[in-house]
């Protein structure tokens, strides 16, 4: 009996420090090392100041920039202490306020916008977070963009076309626009605009 608890024990101490330290640190250096950004949240910086990260959307309501998709998050959007989404079934009648909500929104923003919204622009994914539009949903806001900032259309499709994440392996998955990326990729043109002309 004694001899086998002292095996349970032993076993147990074993696997804990397999388990429970020596996995997690190999697999914090190995990240570390492999991929260093990915492994360390995939942050942004912009002239060595954290901005944000490259997985978890952001709040952008300024109509001189990409707006990203709606966030179901609470008590603020794309708030990633409470990732969720809104759990409302397609036949729910709150969701389909939610989406005419957004869609009033988006006409009001760009009255002379044609065509069907995309979708991904009136309602939130399943984390609440979800950093991407699609290609669509970019083309749609260029429009208001140009018109709002001062900006080409052809500069700021140029830019989703830099912006543009492609399909895994080319087909697995729909080629998706970072909006924080493209949003920091409009700013610096913004910033360069505005900068004092050298003498």
Known sequence: MIRDLKSALLLFVALAVITGLIYPLAMTGIGQVVFPYQSNGSLLRVHGKVVGSALIGQYFREPQYFWSRPSATSPAPYNAGGSSASNLGPNNPELLQHVQKRVATLRKADPDAKGPIPVDLVTSSGSGLDPNIS????????????????????TLRRLIRDNTTEPLLGFIGEPVVNVLKLNLALHEIYAAAHAPQGR
């Open 135 to 154: 290609v669509a949903g970019a083309l749609y806001q260029v429009q208001r963009v140009a018109g709002a900032g001062g900006i080409a259309e052809n």
